[in-house]
């Protein structure tokens, strides 16, 4: 069965104070792993996607990198609009019992001004 | 040019009667999916569907099932519906690289 496990589950941050968000994960074959962001009240709204170790990928202040154990969301002198859940997930060839994606429960991140 | 809806955005029903929600998507997309967020916010799959193809995950009551009249249409039917339905429905398709979720469908049940 998939797994996948997010640290921490709450950040609290100063405004420009850069951090990373940790994802961990277990699957039998890896299609992709997903990280996405929620505001509250909305649903999932999608970030990246990498597929293999040592892929990255940048948007703004965020950087996603991948291993074959783990990913990590850097950001980077965040803003007070990045405030958010962000949530990782994982797409395997065994499935999600439903062809689906397997997430994380989240990391609740508050950046103060 | 909404990619994915969901209407209603709020359903409130009584204990043992039956509901559906709509889902559309405008995006071309083959697959479309159900998710459930709990109480506690977790995210989990319930069903896909992709060209007539439907995959249930089993940990889902029979009560539940989605129905497909068309390519950009998956709706969720759920019947004699219990307290532990109460959570936020979301609605997603994919193409492959990516999936995109609606805005949630929250639903209490009394």
Same mark, same amino acid.
């Not at chain 1, 990246?48 to 703004?60: D, H, P, Q, R, V």
């Given at each position: 069965?998939?797994?996948?496990?997010?640290?921490?589950? #709450?950040?609290?941050?100063? !405004?420009? +104070?850069?951090?990373?968000?940790?994802?961990?994960?277990?699957? %039998?074959? $890896?299609?992709?792993?997903?990280?996405?962001?929620?505001?509250?009240?909305?649903?999932?709204?999608?970030?990246?996607?990498?597929?293999? #170790?040592?892929?990255?990928? !940048?948007? +703004?202040?965020?950087?996603?990198?991948?291993?074959?154990?783990? %990913?990590? $969301?850097?950001?980077?002198?965040?803003?007070?609009?990045?405030?958010?859940?962000?949530?990782?997930?994982?797409?395997?060839?065994?499935?999600?019992?439903?062809?689906?994606?397997?997430?994380?429960?989240?990391?609740?991140?508050?950046?103060?001004? | 040019?909404?990619?994915?809806?969901?209407?209603?955005?709020?359903?409130?029903?009584?204990?043992?009667?039956?509901?559906?929600?709509?889902?559309?998507?405008?995006?071309?997309?083959?697959?479309?999916?159900?998710?459930?967020?709990?109480?506690?916010?977790?995210?989990?799959?319930?069903?896909?569907?992709?060209?007539?193809?439907?995959?249930?995950?089993?940990?889902?009551?029979?009560?539940?099932?989605?129905?497909?009249?068309?390519?950009?249409?998956?709706?969720?039917?759920?019947?004699?519906?219990?307290?532990?339905?109460?959570?936020?429905?979301?609605?997603?398709?994919?193409?492959?690289?990516?999936?995109?979720?609606?805005?949630?469908?929250?639903?209490?049940?009394?």
């Amino acid at each position: 069965e998939d797994q996948v496990t997010q640290s921490p589950e #709450a950040l609290r941050l100063q !405004e420009g +104070e850069s951090s990373s968000l940790n994802c961990s994960y277990t699957v %039998s074959g $890896l299609r992709g792993l997903f990280w996405y962001r929620q505001d509250p009240g909305k649903g999932p709204e999608f970030l990246f996607t990498l597929y293999s #170790a040592g892929e990255e990928k !940048e948007k +703004e202040r965020l950087k996603a990198t991948l291993t074959k154990k783990e %990913s990590f $969301l850097h950001i980077t002198a965040p803003k007070p609009e990045d405030s958010a859940t962000y949530l990782c997930a994982v797409l395997s060839y065994s499935g999600g019992g439903a062809d689906g994606l397997t997430f994380g429960k989240g990391t609740h991140l508050i950046i103060q001004p | 040019d909404t990619a994915v809806s969901q209407t209603p955005k709020y359903l409130v029903t009584q204990m043992g009667n039956d509901k559906s929600i709509k889902c559309e998507q405008n995006l071309g997309h083959d697959t479309m999916y159900w998710y459930k967020q709990d109480s506690k916010k977790f995210l989990k799959i319930m069903f896909s569907y992709n060209n007539k193809e439907l995959i249930i995950n089993e940990t889902v009551p029979n009560r539940f099932s989605p129905k497909s009249p068309d390519k950009a249409h998956l709706n969720l039917h759920i019947n004699s519906l219990e307290l532990g339905d109460s959570a936020v429905y979301f609605c997603a398709s994919s193409s492959g690289t990516g999936q995109f979720f609606g805005p949630g469908t929250r639903l209490t049940v009394l």
